[in-house]
T-cell receptor, first 113, second 117 residues
């Protein structure tokens, strides 16, 4: 089955700096890669996703890049703000079955004011 | 985006009792819903896929007689933890997929913190 590894497990940055979280996956059939943000005790929320037919996607301060050959994808947050502090999960799946995504172990991001 | 409602948000029960958790898709129909378990500071672990009108599909290692899933309508799935024990204490989250711009996306319920005494 699919195996998703996520790094780092914790990340602390100063407000205004950039944050990068990286994930690798093992199943070359995976073609849908969402990123979720989860605040403590709350639901994961989709913040950005990318499909394998593109290499990069951007939404304001958030961007995701995908390297299909190397089987890795990354989340980039620029101009970080304290409210970006949360746990971020990457996931990989075949896009017709997003619910059966395999999730990374999560990255706890702390943005210091 | 689509809204998934989950209740209760928190439940405390005695060992040996059963607990039912509800997951509803409020503004869309969900033929498939998913149930996850999440331990503190850990990732989401898929427990089972709930299929409307048919039996749920359980992931390896998940006891189907322990975690009963019913998906009787296109907007409601329930997870019943039967004869709960302290080791069942965890954060349980449901999700449902909805199509946005012809692509499938996943929307999560708010989670249920189960504490078994």
């Amino acid at each position: 089955g699919e195996n998703v590894e996520q790094h780092p497990s914790t990340l602390s940055v100063q407000e205004g700096d950039s944050a990068v979280i990286k994930c690798t996956y093992s199943d070359s059939a995976s073609n849908y890669f969402p990123w979720y943000k989860q605040e403590l005790g709350k639901r994961p929320q989709l913040i950005i996703d990318i499909r394998s037919n593109v290499g990069e996607k951007k939404d304001q301060r958030i961007a995701v890049t995908l390297n299909k050959t190397a089987k890795h994808f990354s989340l980039h947050i620029t101009e970080t703000q304290p409210e970006d502090s949360a746990v971020y999960f990457c996931a990989a799946s075949i896009d017709t079955n997003a619910g059966k995504s395999t999730f990374g172990d999560g990255t706890t991001l702390t943005v210091k004011p | 985006g689509a809204v998934v409602s989950q209740h209760p948000s928190r439940v405390i029960c005695k060992s040996g009792t059963s607990v039912k958790i509800e997951c509803r898709s409020l503004d869309f129909q969900a033929t498939t819903m998913f149930w996850y378990r999440q331990f503190p500071k850990q990732s989401l672990m898929l427990m089972a896929t709930s299929n409307e009108g048919s039996k749920a599909t359980y992931e390896q290692g998940v006891e189907k007689d322990k975690f009963l899933i019913n998906h009787a309508s296109l907007t409601l799935s329930t997870l019943t933890v039967t004869s709960a024990h302290p080791e069942d204490s965890s954060f349980y989250i449901c999700s449902a997929s909805s199509y946005s711009s012809a692509n499938e996306k996943l929307f999560f319920g708010s989670g249920t913190q189960l504490s078994v005494l």
